[in-house]
């Protein structure tokens, strides 16, 4: 039975970044390819035709005005804060796409991964008061995939630690 699956603390880089300090836009690009790198990986687990095209040198990013409380601003208070995103899209419809918000008030707004283009999908998040690239990650998958999924984290930690 499929079912959502929960993996915290997961090092997601050997980059080190303090997204506390720093704003969402100066995540180097390292960081993104690796983390990126991780949650591919962990689709294919669950889908194994999952596949994307490799990260760009420049992701472009793309910055939409959007109002803070979608998708009306219902809220006579209501404010615009950027949406910003970058996806990657194979010919066959799958993608990952990151993205995050800047200027939302009183948030802690996290940095996202996420697949789609198919029913299994995966996400990870990373929070604005991380001291480094520690992600949560959601997977959708059988609980026999269980020792698999576990086994890929744990060697990109490994991975991780040693390009450190």
Known sequence: MVDLHTYDNV????????????????????????????????????????AVPPLPEFPNFQTEAIPSDLPYPADENYYTLDYISFSLESENGYGLRIDFENGRQGGNNPVNIETFGFNRSVSSHIY???????????????????????AIIARHREYCLASA
């Open 11 to 50: 090092l997601v880089s050997g980059v080190k970044y303090d997204f506390s300090q720093n704003r969402h836009e100066n995540i180097p690009r390292q960081l993104y390819a690796e983390w990126a790198a991780l949650i591919v990986e962990l689709a294919k687990s669950v889908h194994p035709p999952f």
């Open 128 to 150: 604005k008061d991380a001291k480094s690239p520690l992600a949560i990650i959601f997977a959708w998958h059988d609980a026999d995939k269980t020792p698999e999924i576990e």
